[in-house]
């Protein structure tokens, strides 16, 4: 059975290791790998931003290749920040989506577009 | 010994299901899912916008309880957004952590802040 | 003849009042306002985000009024981060449309989607 | 006396007239100029991700000439976004300015950062 605390902790710790290798635990600091989030995330975005939802839903292979990186970039920012923060990525994530099953039962959330959250 | 792939496709499953249940997949097109994504990963940085970085380093519990929700969230929209597009998501982190093993050598990296990719 | 330097002046001077009789000059550092200038350009995004593209056209009267407030605080926090720096930002935009204009030439550009760079 | 309508009509008009003359009205739904102006306060924002608050406040004049190219692309995003809209962006911040000066009156907002409004 896949174990997802343990897969989440692998990548966190390569990336512990790939930063202090470096010296470059001075910059991340939570303020800055927040910031830095957020800049991966509106590269990922930027493909997408002049396309029809049509188009977005089967963009060209060298799109889906470059998309694939930024959500990479994304990831790994993500749980540097967790790192920092001592949040287990893997245990909120869980506790989000119990949440959220209990905030959008089925019955009442069925087809619905009227709430932001879609998660 | 812990399988990153399979961690992140029971995340990914429980995602699909929680969507299919409530008819929701007409909205998570790429284009909406990378909208909802650079939402949340705003939502994560407004809690550090008007702190010191040594403040940030250390918030208090009610924020880090907070940026974890909103840190499950990025990954969850994350997850999602990579499933519609084929992409395997652990995959595209391993790929990204050996480009830039390989782009910023150690010798040459260390304690440099002139680059803007940190990761 | 409108004058948009004396314009965008005014604004700026009434910025700098409001945050001088406040005592808020100390959080408005440029790294700091340029995260919230991003934290309000989502906030104002995420009115759009499952909406299909028909429908951010038109949207109903009281998103609209909201999206009206959301822009507000994208301009107000432009206006003091380049006040800050002293960027004189109505200049600025006279520059970029001019290497816009230069850039996409009326001839070559129309009608392409081919580029990122809508504006 | 400066007229703030009439500078952004100016601006707001070239930028029409610019998409007009290239065909590219059919790309300027506010959807899609939402993301196009969170993109772009990104773009900004990722100047100062790595620097401290005392190095963002007097950054290197070839950076403070970059920031000041992003300012000016989110200011012509935000004026198309709101021509689209039918909002008058001179009078929303005027309205929003005057709101913020009612929720924070100065005896009581002096000074404290308890607030993530900071305008």
């Known amino acids: ?29 939570p303020k800055n790998l927040a910031m830095a989030l957020a800049v991966e995330a509106a590269e ?5 931003q ?7 839903a089967q963009p060209p292979a060298h799109v889906r290749d ?7 970039d994304v990831l790994l920012y993500l749980l540097r920040l967790c790192d920092k923060l001592g949040i287990d990525l893997a245990a909120a994530a869980d506790n989000k989506l119990a949440l959220n099953e209990h905030k959008y ?3 009442k959330a069925r ?5 932001y959250d879609k998660l």
Chains 1, 2, 3, 4 share one sequence.
């Open 1 to 29: 059975m896949p174990d997802t605390h343990d897969s989440f902790s692998a990548l966190r710790e390569r990336l512990a290791r790939f930063a202090e290798e470096r010296d470059w635990d001075q910059f991340h600091n």
């Open 44 to 48: 990922l975005m930027e493909h997408f």
């Open 50 to 56: 002049w396309m029809l939802p049509e188009e977005a």
């Open 66 to 72: 470059e998309v694939a990186l930024e959500a990479a």
């Open 105 to 107: 039962p089925v019955e």
């Open 111 to 115: 087809g619905r577009s009227t709430k």
